[in-house]
Nanobody
């Protein structure tokens, strides 16, 4: 079955960088669109970035120019490079397979604080 395991989160100062990783299994990763979501404290999950199977990326306005999504179809991994982090980027980040709407991994915590 679908399994998504996120890693790479942590505590970082404003302006810092983190690279999130998602290990995917249980489905054909190379032909699947993927996405990253974020759940800020006390708020619902929202879409941050997405990538089609062909590698076309899209971002919410608040992260454009700072975040970059990428994928490794050989190793079935999705990445999110986050630069110039801001306190409002704080939250739990989830890798998402859009065709499995009811499945969520455990997420990885990102905290941006001085």
């Amino acid at each position: 079955q679908v399994q998504l395991v996120e890693s790479g989160g942590g505590l970082v100062s404003p302006g810092g960088s983190l690279r999130l990783s998602c290990a995917a299994s249980g489905f054909i990763f190379g032909t699947s669109a993927m996405a990253w979501y974020r759940q800020a404290p006390g708020k619902r999950r929202t879409l941050v970035a997405s990538m089609t199977a062909n590698g076309a990326a899209d971002y919410v306005d608040s992260v454009k120019g700072r975040f970059t999504v990428s994928r490794d179809d050989v190793n079935n991994r999705l990445y999110l490079q986050m630069n110039n982090l801001r306190p409002e980027d704080t939250g739990v980040y989830y890798c998402k397979l859009p065709t499995a709407p009811n499945y969520w991994g455990q997420g990885t915590q990102v905290t941006v604080s001085a």
